[in-house]
């Protein structure tokens, strides 16, 4: 497997599930609100288990069903969902904040936070898995 292929789908994968930018589950008001810039801890749980169930299935589908089970090497699926959990704005920190440049635990997002704590998540993951290769394997 490319070890590119796990950085697009990560990456991807956080910007499409971001609690807040397009859906949020549960919502602050209703069990789904669209676009409303805010999460919560119960959000980012949900939207981190609907993260890895679909990085499963997408690294699945790039290795194939026989390579992941024999090889087994659950690297790219654990960081990516530790990173999709630390680095969700408004759970740890949100930089830039709505009212000041960095801040912690609002719970709150904005479109500059979502880009630049993508671009943290890319060069994290992207250290990780293609400059250092860490794997753990498992079976």
């Not at 069903?65 to 690297?75: G, H, P, S, T």
């Not at 930089?95 to 609002?106: D, H, I, Y």
Request: proline share 4%; charged share 10%.
């Amino acid at each position: 497997m490319s070890d590119w292929g796990p950085v697009f789908i990560a990456v991807v994968l956080f910007i499409l599930l971001t609690p807040g930018l397009l859906i949020q589950v549960p919502g602050r008001s209703r069990y789904v609100e669209f676009g409303n810039f805010q999460t919560s801890g119960v959000s980012i749980l949900v939207h981190s288990i609907i993260y890895f169930g679909l990085i499963c299935i997408f690294l699945i589908a790039i290795a194939g069903v026989k390579e992941l089970f024999l090889m087994a090497d659950w690297a790219p699926v654990l960081i990516g969902v530790v990173l999709f959990v630390l680095l969700s704005p408004g759970l740890l920190f949100s930089f830039p904040g709505n009212s000041k440049q960095l801040e912690f635990g609002s719970m709150k997002t904005n479109g500059k936070a979502i880009a630049i704590h993508t671009l943290l998540f890319f060069a994290i993951y992207a250290v990780l898995i293609v400059a250092l290769h860490i794997h753990i394997y498992t079976g």
